[in-house]
């Protein structure tokens, strides 16, 4: 694990460019914004299932709390 941390530190504009277009090579040039809007969308999905999980955390809290004002 180190191990991969430790090459991904090291690449440059070059190796980025290169890995760029071997992407490009193997998706092709129709598939890439396919591939970003399934990409956006997966991040999309993820952060309102985390807002939601915080909201539900937070009612939880603020129910907690008016039961101890009430006792």
């Known amino acids: 694990m180190i191990n991969t941390l430790l090459f991904l530190s090291q690449l ?3 190796e980025f460019l290169l890995i ?3 992407v490009v090579l193997l998706f ?4 890439i914004p396919e ?3 399934g990409i ?3 991040i999309r999905e993820f952060n309102n299932a985390k807002n939601a999980v ?3 955390i937070r ?3 603020r129910e907690t709390d008016k039961k101890s004002i009430d006792n």
């Open 12 to 14: 440059g504009a070059t």
């Open 20 to 22: 760029f277009l071997v």
């Open 28 to 31: 092709g040039g129709k598939k």
């Open 35 to 37: 591939l970003m809007r």
């Open 40 to 42: 956006g969308k997966g």
């Open 54 to 56: 915080e909201d539900e």
């Open 59 to 61: 009612q939880g809290m």
